[in-house]
């Protein structure tokens, strides 16, 4: 069985991305991409909403770009080794390999996907995170606070969701980026 994981970068204040829909702030530095890659490589398929897979879809072919570092070759492959599943109302095809489309996010579904996994399952994006979170099928949170606060914009949680979590580890980095870990249900 699968555990199904919410990670999320987010500003000081609780936001993934400003009022003006920019994130350029929450960019990992090596350190921090470095145990992004490491917390990773379990996954075996990620669950993305429309605009966040739009935003990932950059890993297909981010290794072939010129000069890219080791810790940046490393995720691609292992984004791209992952199946991804685009829930979109909208999408037509996928621009990337391993990738399908589904029309709805069905708690059932995904629930049935966890018991039958071999490998974890990561769901990507607060809007689609919100829908799990709701349903109660998220088991761990890996939260990347990083030392900005931007006022406003995307929320990392959904509002009128109460969670008791158990920390199950923190790290701070150079940059200042602190990462918690969590897990549901205490």
Known sequence: MGKLTYSAIASLDGYVADEAGK???AEPDEEVHRLVNDLERPVGTYLYGRRMY????YWETAHALPDQPPFVRDFAEIWQAADKIVYSKTLETAATART???RD????TVRQLKASAERDI????PDLAAQAIKAGLVDE???FVTPIVVGGGKQSFPANVRLNLELLGERRFGNGVVHLHYRTGM
């Open 23 to 25: 994130f350029d702030w």
């Open 54 to 57: 739009e935003v990932m879809a």
């Open 100 to 102: 399908r489309i589904e």
């Open 105 to 108: 996010f069905d708690p059932e």
């Open 122 to 125: 990561t769901v990507g994006g």
């Open 141 to 143: 949170y890996h939260l």
